[in-house]
């Protein structure tokens, strides 16, 4: 059997370059613990949303773990044009030496796509 981690990266009182920090840190911890997996959800403009960006979070997870799978859960599709998410995902995948799992979807609110105009 094997464990992974689904996280959300929720609003907290703390500084949001701490907040990144610490959440990397723990990322880094289930690494060294031998979990199997971390996923990152991506939310925009609600209190979930403080990781609009997974590929630069999910970046840095790459250059702090060595043996974690991780990936988005999900890509936001309707926010991203199919050529540059693509390149996002081969991109994350070669820095990860082949690590990345991905998933992709319409997203969970309308506000948050509503908030780009779509």
């Known amino acids: ?12 009182d703390v500084p949001l370059h ?12 289930y690494d060294r613990l031998g979990f199997y997996a971390y ?9 979930l949303g403080m990781s609009p960006s997974p ?15 991780f990936g988005p859960l999900v890509y936001t599709l309707p926010l991203y044009h199919p050529l540059r998410v693509a390149e996002e995902i081969c991109m994350l995948d070669h820095l990860s030496h082949g690590r990345l799992q991905v998933g992709v979807g319409r997203g969970i609110s309308p ?8």
């Open 1 to 12: 059997m094997k464990f992974g981690i689904f996280d959300h990266l929720d609003r907290r």
């Open 18 to 29: 701490q907040y990144y920090a610490d959440r990397l840190e723990l990322v880094s911890l």
């Open 39 to 47: 996923h990152v959800a991506e939310h925009h403009a609600t209190p």
């Open 55 to 69: 590929s630069v979070f999910l970046s840095s997870v790459a250059q702090r773990t060595e043996r974690l799978k």
């Open 111 to 118: 506000i948050e796509v509503g908030f780009y105009g779509v």
